[in-house]
């Protein structure tokens, strides 16, 4: 089994969630246990799948999921702020800055799996 936590992508993952996880707890009653645990398990489902494209020899499948629940999570951050679930416009920055991040590491790994296959 490859080694995934030395990843940059996988610490970002990891750094989403974790922010995620604060966040959420800020939230409303009514919208922490609709919306908020909608972005919970995204969150948590992002970092799994950068452990199984690390260890799969077809990556692309995996990392064009991996982009569809970015984009989604985009989504649903937004929401969430238009809605004024987030504390502050830092906190939306925050969030939507790692989320970013961890979109261009995927489309770089996305190029490479393709050029491979």
């Given amino acids: 089994m490859a080694k995934y936590d030395h990843l940059p992508i996988f610490k970002k993952a990891y750094d989403l ?3 995620i996880e604060q966040q959420i707890n800020n939230f409303s009653r009514d919208y922490k246990y609709t919306i908020g645990t909608e972005i919970r398990q995204i969150s948590h489902e992002i970092p799994a799948l950068i452990m199984v494209a690390n260890n799969h020899y077809d990556k692309k499948k995996y990392l064009e999921e991996l982009w569809i629940k970015l984009e989604k999570l985009k989504l649903l951050i ?40």
């Fill in 78 to 117: 937004r929401l969430a702020f238009d809605l004024k679930c987030l504390k502050s416009l830092k906190h939306y920055e925050l969030l939507s800055g790692i989320l970013t991040e961890i979109s261009r590491q995927n489309e770089g790994w996305l190029k490479s799996a393709s050029r491979q296959n």
């Fill in 17 to 19: 969630c974790f922010e």
